[in-house]
């Protein structure tokens, strides 16, 4: 059945908020951006935009007409509210000035603010916006981040009128980009269960039983979590733990955690690791079950993933704003890896209701193990894993951006030959080999400062 939206309730957005918005993060990520004016025709800016929106923000439809595309650097590139096909891209001009013949702003406040999902009716059976739905599926760029090209653009134009090369966000050492390792602790006891299960359905009563006396006897091969901290460890990494503190199953019958969280708090690989909240299903629309959820952390925590990748746009964005997470890292799509805001920096999300950005900083989702091998999502060999997802780390790269990355702690157990470990060590040596800094939460946040726009 299909879920009960929420009803819309956002603000007129004007063409203010939009450029406020948009060039709030353009200076998060080019230090010194703040001194040009960048605007449209009418203010007179040194970096105009050509207005291409037209109504379309007022009406408050889902989708814009179809893109152009058009080359930046050697990429064909999709721009949205493009009406001047024919004028180049990038005008510089000699009295010092520069005109960008696409609406930039308004096509990059269009992705990075979420709107087609807040706008769209279409959710899947776990109440989320379906990939189906997203321009980044019709259009075919869901690997490919928009913004920060739309974002390099603008970058070109300033540096024409102040004739002087723009800093992008720095990481430590100088790395080229971070990369942000995380785990969502849905289970820890069952990894007997399907096996146990696939035995007692070929009626194997001995495999049977020897799976289940294991299980009374023995540590659970997902009860791993000090394993997977000293993995992650050995390339130089810091763990992130999202952790659920609901064992009872969601009304629909859709499990939570396998584990009551007060009784197997795992000391000591969170010791060397960071914490999180994984908020369990129903949490992304319910202010006071979400609260709940997280007063059961028993160590002080403010970053959040929901389970299930739960997040209902019209609900969740205000409800993390409201109770003062720092950060979520929910956004990505669970039935393709890439970047589900087209941007690759960690960024505010837009606040419907408000007009403007919200307190807390997304760092968006960009792989999940379970998106790479699952009946409903891809179907990848271990073979096929590194080379599909090599170019979307190439555009992080590009771009200094951050790189984050789910792995199920129950996808540490080397009987997992799909996504399993084996797999897991691939990415983490590509990511070193490639010179990657490690980040956790944490450290986003402080490096990236968030303050409301407002
Ligand atoms: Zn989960």
Excluded at 311 to 318: A, K, L, N, S, V
Excluded at 363 to 381: E, R
Excluded at 402 to 407: A, E, G, I, Y
Aim: charged share 20%.
């Amino acid at each position: 059945m299909a879920p009960i939206l929420p009803k819309i309730s956002a603000t007129a957005v004007s063409a203010e908020m939009r450029l406020a918005y948009v060039l709030h993060h353009f200076q998060q990520a080019y230090a010194g951006a703040a001194t040009i004016s960048i605007g449209y025709a009418g203010q007179q800016p040194q970096v105009e935009v050509a207005d291409g929106a037209g109504d379309f923000f007022e009406r408050q439809l889902p989708y814009p007409s179809a893109p152009n595309w058009r080359e930046w650097q050697g990429r064909q590139l999709p721009f949205f509210f493009d009406l001047a096909s024919d004028k180049p891209l990038l005008e510089l001009r000699p009295d010092g000035r520069a005109i960008i013949h696409a609406d930039l702003i308004s096509a990059a406040f269009y992705l990075l603010s979420g709107w087609q999902e807040y706008f769209c009716e279409e959710r899947d059976r776990h109440g989320r916006f379906p990939f189906s739905a997203s321009v980044q599926h019709r259009y075919g760029f869901v690997a490919v981040p928009i913004v920060n090209y739309y974002f390099d653009i603008l970058r070109a134009a300033v540096e024409h009128v102040t004739s002087q090369g723009l800093k992008p966000l720095r990481w430590a050492a100088d790395a080229p980009f971070a990369a942000f390792i995380t785990h969502d602790v849905d289970n820890l006891f069952s990894a007997w269960k399907a096996p146990a299960k696939a035995a007692l359905l070929r009626y194997d009563w001995r495999n049977f039983g020897q799976r289940l006396w294991q299980h009374l006897t023995q540590r659970d091969a997902w009860d791993n979590l000090a394993e997977v901290q000293q993995m992650v460890a050995s390339y130089g990494a810091k763990s992130t733990f999202f952790f659920l503190p609901e064992h009872r199953r969601s009304a629909n019958g859709t499990p939570n955690a396998d584990y009551k969280l007060r009784k197997i708090w795992p000391q000591a690989a969170v010791d060397k690791s960071e914490v999180g909240l994984h908020a369990s299903l129903g949490t992304a629309v319910h202010a006071g079950r979400l609260k709940e959820d997280w007063l059961k952390i028993p160590v002080p925590c403010s970053g959040i993933r929901f389970h299930y990748l739960s997040w209902e746009p019209r609900i969740t964005t205000t409800l993390l704003h409201i109770y003062n997470f720092t950060h979520d890292s929910t956004l990505g799509f669970a039935e393709h890896f890439g970047f589900r805001n087209s941007y690759c920096l960690p960024f505010q999300p837009f606040l419907f209701p408000n007009g403007t950005a919200a307190s807390f900083l997304e760092i968006p989702l960009n792989v999940m193990d379970a998106t790479l091998h699952h009946p409903n999502y891809l179907q990848l060999t271990p073979d096929e894993i590194l080379p599909a997802l090599t170019p979307m780390f190439q555009e992080i790269e590009r771009f200094g951006g951050v790189c984050t990355v789910l792995w199920h702690n129950e996808n540490f157990d080397p009987a997992n030959t799909h996504n399993g470990p084996q797999q897991f060590r691939e990415l983490m040596e590509y990511l070193c080999g490639r010179g990657a800094t490690f980040v956790t939460g944490t450290e986003v946040v402080e490096i990236l400062q968030p303050s409301p726009s407002d």
